[in-house]
């Protein structure tokens, strides 16, 4: 909804709290509508009509307002002609009643709602170099990278060595020290709004454990972090799926792994060609209407993805949305159009 916009303002978005009459929301829309004949752009006029129109059809409808509220969108893109309308209710209750035609949807009240859902926080540590990520719904992400500085091994024995010793321990508890305040900077915040679900530690050596053991994490973070620590072999971005696919039973249910599962089984049937898989889109919704579908996995940024999902749900098929932080995502959007499912049985 963010990436749509209009030269004119005729992007309808409303935000209908708990409790608040439909009535009372279709009268203030009749309202508006009542007076867009004094918009002089014929074009400009005919879609902020139409958006208003829509959302009135469809509110009328509604008997009454959902214990979490109502969140409206309806427009027109003026380049495409395109239009849509989407009345749903939102995971968490609408805070304010919010009104506005714009070149834009307004969606700033549902982010804190969607986007951070289903957060953990990741670390894979190393006594010289560190990857601070997030794992956030189906998205993956390097927050930061980190390097210390940790000469190599000294031979001359003696004081020498152990004066040796002790700097090089210096600069690996520094280099700790660093990585749990820059890991406080990006994950404290999220705990303090109750949005971090954990936090999952690796690495390719006991470090992962000097570091968890030394209490280089803020006392409320370190109470965050899952009880096995996992061991993987690179740091960056491959470091960060590496260390998810290994936590996998520890996150279960978490929709990055869970994407990940379908695409796997998707690929297995694909190869096999044992008939158990469809993709064009014309094929998927056939066969999601012929209640064959055991799942769809759909790219999160086609502008149907959440229509097929309300339509899957009345057949019990489970919807695995992707994004390009996912592996094979982007092959999934070119090579199949950004819809495949797996089937139950063969149709064909």
């Known amino acids: 909804m963010k990436k749509w916009s209009a030269p004119a303002t005729v992007l ?29 752009l014929k074009r400009t006029r005919d879609a902020v009509q139409r958006a208003l129109t829509s959302a009135i059809d469809r509110l009328t409808k509604i008997p009454k307002t959902p214990d979490t509220g ?24 609408v805070p304010v009643f919010f009104y506005r035609t714009d070149k834009w949807f307004h969606t700033e009240f549902l982010e804190d709602m969607v986007e951070e859902r289903e ?17 956030k719904g189906s998205r993956l992400k390097v927050l930061e990278e980190l390097e210390g500085y940790v000469p190599g091994k000294h031979h001359k024995g003696g004081q020498s060595q152990r004066r040796f ?17 820059h890991a406080t900077k990006h994950f404290l915040p999220l705990l303090e709004k109750g949005l971090l ?44 799926r590496e260390l998810v696919m290994k936590a996998s039973d520890l996150i279960q249910g978490q929709m990055y792994v869970e994407a990940l599962k379908a695409l796997e089984e998707f690929k ?47 057949y019990g098929t489970k919807v695995y949305f992707i994004s390009d932080d996912i592996p094979e995502g982007e092959w999934i959007k070119k090579t199949f159009g950004g819809l495949v499912g797996i089937l139950r049985y063969r149709i064909g």
């Open 197 to 240: 679900k954990g936090i999952i530690i690796g690495g390719p050596g006991y470090a992962k454990q000097d570091f968890v053991k030394g209490g280089y994490l803020d006392y409320r973070l370190k109470q965050k972090v899952l009880p096995q620590l996992i061991d993987v072999s690179y740091q960056g971005e491959a470091g960060l």
């Open 165 to 181: 010793d002790r700097i090089i321990e210096q600069l690996v508890e520094e280099f700790f020290k660093r990585v749990g305040e």
């Open 70 to 93: 109502l969140v409206v969108f309806c427009g027109e893109d003026m380049n495409t002609g395109k239009f849509i309308c989407y009345v749903f209710a939102p995971p968490d209750p």
């Open 12 to 40: 309808l978005s409303l935000y209908i709290p708990p409790g608040r009459p439909i009535s009372d929301v279709v009268n203030l829309l009749r309202q508006e509508l009542s007076i867009t004949d004094n918009i002089k």
């Open 119 to 135: 957060t953990f926080g990741i670390i894979i540590i190393e006594r010289d170099a560190a990857t601070i990520g997030l794992l």
């Open 268 to 314: 297995y049937h694909l190869a096999k060609d044992d008939g158990l898989i469809v993709y064009g889109d014309e094929e998927v919704l056939e066969a999601l209407k012929m209640g064959a579908l055991k799942a769809i996995i759909i790219d999160e940024e086609r502008s149907d993805a959440e229509l097929i999902e309300e339509e899957a749900k009345k």
